[in-house]
Structure formats: structure tokens, C-alpha cells
């Protein structure tokens, strides 16, 4: 059964993304099949990670949520770019465009699509894990991601800002009944 795994931070610079696509490469690197999403449509930069530049990429989520591209086009195996195993390691990347950040602020559907979408990729590729890297903070994207999350890592740095958003991201998760670490 396919575990969904998403990283939240209360703000930016605390090393969610470092840790998600850190933890998505080990897991793949034992043979499991990782499905990474950069789900930072607002500063997106997981691709970078793996040594990939939106050239890398014909569409992405940022395609898919804006237009009619279906989620199997924005899936792409990196795993040979870490010397892993075919499928192990798929990527859906987000790309930076001040017209499409715009667009896709105005459109609260959206969230719900990244919903239905995971249950298509669950059902296609048949992942062990979804990994899904968010965009700092407790906003509409977070708490719409919580309903499709089984496990949150709420990454914090040790300041009182960090303890006190991750207080409030903790208590909505344990209101929903969602593993936090």
C-alpha cells in the first residue's frame, strides 16, 4: 500500500526539500519506487537537486494544474541520474513563471486536482511512497494536503518562530488524525 509522506516547514530555509528528495533517493536506492512531487509551485526547486533545469522537462505540475495536461505527462524517471534503478525514482517537477505563480494563486480547484491525482498515480504506478514537498507555512495548499497525507514531517529550525508554527501544524494534523515527526 502506497505511503504518502509530505514536509512542511512553518518557514522557508529550515531543509525540507534537502530532506524530502534526500529521503526519496534512499528509499529508491533499496529498490523501493519513489514518486517525488515538487509541490512548491510558489519558489519550486527540487529538480535542482538532482542536477535538473526546467529544460529537463516538457511539462510539469504547474502544466497540469493550469491546462489540460493529464498527470501522466508530467511523471519522469531520474532514477539513471542517481545511478539507481530503472523506476525507482520518478520526479514530478514544478517550474518557475511569474504568469502561471499568478494564475495558479487565483485558482483554489487546484488543490483538489493534486488530490485526485495522487489516487491516479497510486492506481498506474503503483509507488511505495508519494513524497510531496510543500511550500512553507500553514496555508489553504497544506491543509488540503493533509487530507491525502499519511505522514507529515514538520521540519523546524530551533528558534521560537519554528516552535510555535510547528505547534499550530501539529495540532491540525492530530485534529485529522495524521502522523506527525
Known amino acids: 500500500m502506497t505511503k504518502v509522506i509530505m514536509t512542511n516547514s512553518f518557514r522557508g530555509g529550515t531543509g525540507k526539500s534537502t530532506i524530502i528528495?534526500?529521503?526519496a533517493s534512499y528509499l529508491a536506492s533499496f529498490g523501493y519506487k519513489v514518486v517525488l512531487i515538487d509541490n512548491d509551485v510558489i519558489s519550486p526547486g527540487v529538480h535542482t537537486f538532482f542536477g535538473l533545469n526546467a529544460k529537463?522537462?516538457?511539462k510539469t505540475l504547474t502544466d497540469f494544474l493550469i491546462s489540460d495536461t493529464d498527470v501522466t505527462e508530467i511523471i519522469y524517471d531520474i532514477s539513471e541520474n542517481l545511478g539507481l534503478a530503472d523506476e525507482t525514482l520518478f520526479l514530478?517537477?514544478?517550474?518557475?513563471s511569474e504568469v502561471n505563480?499568478?494564475?495558479?494563486l487565483h485558482q483554489e480547484e487546484n488543490y483538489e486536482k493534486i488530490g485526485l491525482s495522487l489516487e491516479k498515480i497510486k492506481k498506474m504506478f503503483?509507488?511505495?511512497?508519494?513524497?510531496?514537498?510543500?511550500h512553507p507555512g500553514v496555508n489553504q495548499a497544506f491543509l488540503v494536503?493533509?487530507?491525502f497525507t499519511d505522514i507529515l514531517l514538520n521540519i523546524i529550525r530551533p528558534d521560537n518562530q519554528d516552535?510555535?508554527?510547528a505547534e499550530v501544524a501539529a495540532k491540525i494534523s492530530k485534529k485529522i488524525n495524521l502522523k506527525t515527526f
Open 21 to 23: 528528495c534526500n529521503l
Open 101 to 104: 505563480i499568478v494564475e495558479l
Open 56 to 58: 529537463d522537462f516538457d
Open 145 to 147: 494536503a493533509t487530507n
Open 126 to 134: 503503483k509507488p511505495d511512497f508519494i513524497m510531496v514537498d510543500t
Open 163 to 165: 516552535y510555535q508554527g
Open 92 to 96: 514530478i517537477p514544478s517550474t518557475v
